[in-house]
T-cell receptor, first 115, second 115 residues
Framework: DSGVTQTPKHLITATGQRVTLRCSPR?????VYWYQQSLDQGLQFLIQ???????AKGNILERFSAQQFPDLHSELNLSSLELGDSALYFC??????????????FGEGSRLTVL | AQSVTQLDSQVPVFEEAPVELRCNYS??????LFWYVQYPNQGLQLLLK??????LVKGINGFEAEFNKSQTSFHLRKPSVHISDTAEYFC?????????????FGKGTKLSVKP
């Protein structure tokens, strides 16, 4: 158990809909990262938040948005869903260190299926 | 920009045999190097990392990797695998000075250990 909690574990929805994925980082971790894992694209970094503020942005679509709340949990909002958005979405967190150790603690993921 | 190539998408091997999972990277700047492992239905877990110093790094579960700067490689090895090593292995890089979580992952190698 990494200590990172993601809900829901599975989600099935229709094209055009909007969903929200939730992540609670490990206790004490200030950074939250979102990754998308799909068969064709592999693991792609989407976005990072640090203590409530956006820190880095990767290949995140404009239809997607995220935020980190004062209690440090984060939500990833996916709207106008398309079939190609079907993927496993991971949240990860890391401790507040100034050194880039690259060690992220991943949750078990939220599997999104768009029909 | 950085990219990571994992040369084998699948590696079948018998129990107690040695294994090598290959990883090459491309980058115009210096990078940190990582191997992550994903067991079935779980999130990713850090296996080992190279930040600086000795080019041979040891990780958890008996795995080790060697950084070869001239060949831009970071191959993962284990002298004797177990059934429990069956998982997907991801090589990743992170540029010096970059965001800690902005890891660029390879497509993964599925290691299948057979009795």
């Amino acid at each position: 158990d990494s200590g990172v909690t993601q809900t829901p574990k599975h989600l099935i929805t229709a094209t055009g809909q909007r969903v929200t994925l939730r992540c609670s980082p490990r206790s004490g971790d200030l950074s939250v990262y979102w990754y998308q894992q799909s068969l064709d694209q592999g693991l792609q970094f989407l976005i990072q938040y640090y203590n409530g503020e956006e820190r880095a942005k990767g290949n995140i679509l404009e239809r997607f948005s995220a935020q980190q709340f004062p209690d440090l949990h984060s939500e990833l909002n996916l709207s106008s869903l398309e079939l190609g958005d079907s993927a496993l979405y991971f949240c990860a967190s890391s401790p507040p260190t100034g050194v880039n150790t690259g060690e992220l603690f991943f949750g078990e993921g939220s599997r999104l299926t768009v029909l | 920009a950085q990219s990571v190539t994992q040369l084998d998408s699948q590696v079948p091997v018998f129990e107690e045999a040695p294994v090598e999972l290959r990883c090459n990277y491309s980058s115009s700047v210096s990078v940190y190097l990582f191997w992550y492992v994903q067991y079935p239905n779980q999130g990713l877990q850090l296996l080992l990392k190279y930040l600086s110093g000795s080019t041979l790094v040891k990780g958890i579960n008996g795995f080790e990797a060697e950084f070869n700067k001239s060949q831009t490689s970071f191959h993962l090895r284990k002298p004797s695998v177990h059934i429990s090593d069956t998982a997907e292995y991801f090589c990743a890089v992170s540029p010096y000075g970059g965001s800690q979580g902005n890891l660029i992952f390879g497509k993964g190698t599925k290691l299948s250990v057979k009795p």
